[in-house]
């Protein structure tokens, strides 16, 4: 993609005109590209909006305790969120990945969109600093952040608390298929409550296909 394109998309997108382009490049690489990939920039991007959200919680909820505001954080840095906001500001049409892994789908991965969503926000720290990492943070997970008055209850902590309150056995899940490209794995996890009820569901990480599973179950025993 050509150097003026890459910076324009960066400059739109993040409102910060990058001095170093090769961070940005490198954020953007898969490592069926190279080996100089996101992955070390992943590491640091997923502190940095750890940080950002954690410091904007605390703000906006100044009466919730720790408990109700880790439930928020949680959600809100999750891989399908970053992913979601990935898709919104078009990484997709950015990304650096082999052909083996195109082929494979790997441009429309959660797992991916949500790893270079962080590896982005690692590059913008370092090139720009804590600020524009911080602002683009808040507008792009604005929404997200203030969409729910109550912290909302993640389906697996729902679905265990569910099983206590009525008497029955705490949630096993199980990953019962695994296939696709490690890059673009797809799991298929099911849950269940004793012999009383069971759901699956599907996702491309055993945490998401866990999660629905849970969602799932929770619906069929509460509806």
């Known amino acids: 993609m050509p150097t003026q394109i890459l910076a324009g998309w960066i400059g739109e997108t993040f409102g910060h005109a990058p001095a170093n382009k090769a961070l940005f490049d490198r954020a953007l690489t898969h490592g069926s590209q190279a080996a100089d990939n996101y992955e070390r920039l992943e590491f640091l991007g997923d502190r940095i909006l750890g940080l950002a959200i954690a410091e904007w919680l605390y703000d906006l909820f100044p009466d919730e305790p720790e408990g109700a505001l880790s439930k928020r954080l949680n959600t809100l840095v999750s891989g399908t969120v970053c992913a979601e906001v990935a898709r919104t500001i078009g990484v997709a049409a950015h990304l650096r990945l082999g052909k083996q892994a195109r082929d494979d789908g790997a441009g429309d991965s959660a797992n991916v969109l949500g790893d270079v969503m962080e590896s982005l926000l690692g590059a913008l720290y370092l090139d720009g600093g804590y600020p524009p990492a911080r602002d683009f943070i808040r507008r792009a997970w604005h929404d997200r952040v203030h969409a729910d008055a109550r912290a909302p209850q993640h389906p697996k902590s729902a679905l265990q608390e569910w099983a206590a309150a009525n008497n029955r056995k705490a949630p096993i899940y199980e990953v019962i298929d695994r296939s696709g490209p ?24 055993k945490q998401e296909a866990e999660t629905e599973a849970a969602a799932a179950l929770l619906a069929q025993v509460s509806g």
Do not use: D, M, N
């Not at 298929?188 to 996702?203: H, I, N």
């Open 182 to 205: 490690p890059h673009a794995p797809h799991f298929t996890v099911r849950v269940s409550l004793g012999g009383f009820a069971q759901a699956e569901a599907s996702g491309t990480s």
